[in-house]
């Protein structure tokens, strides 16, 4: 089984976005260490405007060959004209309203997430599932995820986007990996106990 990995920002408090979803707040802290990081270490983590601006767009995969969203978080990209927003990677967008998929690239699962989810993670790669959020989405799948990867930003909101939106359950995770950044940003790598 390959995993699902849940690769998201937050704030100290561990919220995602402001309550209306708005993430721009953790921007101020992609500076040059960090972005460096993420180009090595994730760069298909980055959509593809954003690698085209950052000049890794050539860089190959390298945990992930497939990514899914919810629907909101898609809205974001649709809103900006673009329909395939991580097109060096196979593309799944949850929604029971979207209808029909607005890009050939982009796969839209209506039913059975969790179903599909547990097929994908059955196929044959050496490459990874990420799943990008949103909140609600993340919730669903709570119980499929088999890693996190939670890029925690040195920033407090007080209230927000949770990274669950979920019912209360304990489930605990191992630390596999934590990496300290200069502007106060850590990424923590943990693994369904
Ligand atoms: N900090 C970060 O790294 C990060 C990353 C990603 C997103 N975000 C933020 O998260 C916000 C969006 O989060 P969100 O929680 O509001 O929404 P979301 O999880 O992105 O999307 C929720 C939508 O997913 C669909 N969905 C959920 N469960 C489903 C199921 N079982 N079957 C089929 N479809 C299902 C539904 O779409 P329909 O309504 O169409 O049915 C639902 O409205 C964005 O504003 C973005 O800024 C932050």
Avoid: W
């Avoid at 605990?172 to 990424?187: C, W």
């Amino acid at each position: 089984m390959r995993k699902l990995t849940y690769f998201i920002a937050c704030s100290i408090d561990g919220f995602i976005g402001a309550p209306d979803g708005d993430a721009q707040m953790f921007f101020a802290y992609l500076d040059q260490e960090f972005l460096r990081f993420l180009a090595e270490e994730y760069p298909e983590t980055a959509a593809t405007q954003g690698r085209r601006a950052l000049g890794i767009d050539h860089l190959e995969n390298k945990r992930f060959d497939t990514l899914i969203q919810g629907r909101v978080s898609y809205d974001l990209a649709l809103k900006e004209g673009v329909t395939s927003p991580y097109a060096h990677l196979r593309q799944y967008v949850a929604s029971r309203t979207l209808g029909r998929s607005p890009d050939p690239d982009v796969e839209i699962i209506s039913t059975g997430l969790v179903q599909r989810v547990r097929e994908l993670k059955a196929e044959e790669s050496e490459f990874g599932i990420c799943l990008c959020g949103g909140s609600r989405l993340a919730g669903e799948l709570a119980d499929e995820i088999d890693e996190i990867v939670v890029k925690t930003y040195p920033v407090v909101l007080g209230s927000g986007l949770p990274m669950f939106a979920s019912d209360f359950s304990v489930a605990p995770f191992t630390l596999d990996e934590v990496r300290v950044f200069a502007s106060g940003v850590l990424v923590r790598t943990y693994r369904r106990t």
